[in-house]
């Protein structure tokens, strides 16, 4: 029962390179998120998708894309990494279908460092 | 702007005394509420959550909150904690519903000394 997997779980990145984080999620849910943990500043969202094809905006998207061509998986990008974006990143996902079913499941994280 | 507020970044308590770790929210729209654990270097489990009725709820690990919607606050309790409660609790809310967007505060760190 793997729930919410992100890959990879570490990486290390020099300013200036890209990279993508992918999680993959096997509950049939609607809805994905990306979050970013900043110690004293809780997890605030990045984006986050309603269903397969959709994307949204969230909280601190700058600096981030997103895609979500499959139901199943939710890509983040980092285009040109920048230190303040040195974090850990959380996927989530939840269903539609509302009470009693309302509840977000949470990956393991990936902690990124940029030098 | 819809917010949540913890206010307490750190706890600290001793094994076996009661704690009570603050939670509360901007607006009084209808909300869902959720409390989340993390343990060191791991992911983030829910420990409970009221969507409606009964406005105490009861969690996992003996854990408990009430829902008090004059005072928009979902406090979360524990009568008697152990060394193994040690760990960053989240509060979470879902404001109005459409799209069950989690908003999260900053987190309270529950420190419990021997």
């Known amino acids: 029962n793997a729930g919410v997997t992100q890959t990879p779980k570490f990486r290390v990145l020099k300013t200036g390179q890209s990279m993508t984080l992918l999680c993959a999620q096997d509950?049939?849910?609607?809805?994905m998120y990306w979050y970013r943990q900043d110690p004293g500043m809780g997890l605030r969202l990045i984006h986050y998708?309603?269903?397969?094809?959709?994307?949204a905006k969230g909280e601190v998207p700058d600096g981030y894309n997103v895609s979500r061509l499959k139901k199943q998986n939710f890509l983040l990008g980092l285009e040109s990494a920048a230190p303040s974006q040195t974090s850990v990143y959380f996927c989530?996902?939840?269903?539609?279908?509302?009470?009693?079913?309302?509840?977000?499941?949470f990956g393991q994280g990936t902690r990124l460092t940029v030098v | 702007a819809q917010s949540v507020t913890q206010l307490d970044s750190q706890v600290p308590v001793f094994e076996e005394a009661p704690v009570e770790l603050r939670c509360n929210y901007s607006?009084?729209?209808?909300?869902?509420l959720f409390w989340y654990v993390q343990y060191p270097n791991q992911g983030l489990q829910l420990l409970l959550k009221?969507?409606?009725?009964?406005?105490l709820v009861k969690g996992i690990n003996g854990f408990e909150a009430e829902f008090n919607k004059s005072q928009t606050s979902f406090h979360l309790r524990k009568p008697s904690v152990h060394i193994s409660d040690t760990a960053e609790y989240f509060c979470?809310?879902?404001?109005?519903?459409?799209?069950?967007?989690?908003?999260f505060g900053t987190g309270t760190l529950l420190a419990v000394q021997p």
């Open positions: 989530a996902s939840s269903n539609d279908r509302g009470p009693p079913n309302t509840e977000a499941f």
């Open positions: 509950m049939n849910h609607e809805y």
């Open positions: 998708s309603v269903g397969e094809g959709t994307t």
């Open positions: 607006s009084s729209v209808s909300v869902y």
């Open positions: 009221y969507l409606s009725g009964s406005t």
């Open positions: 979470a809310v879902i404001f109005g519903g459409a799209t069950n967007k989690l908003i």
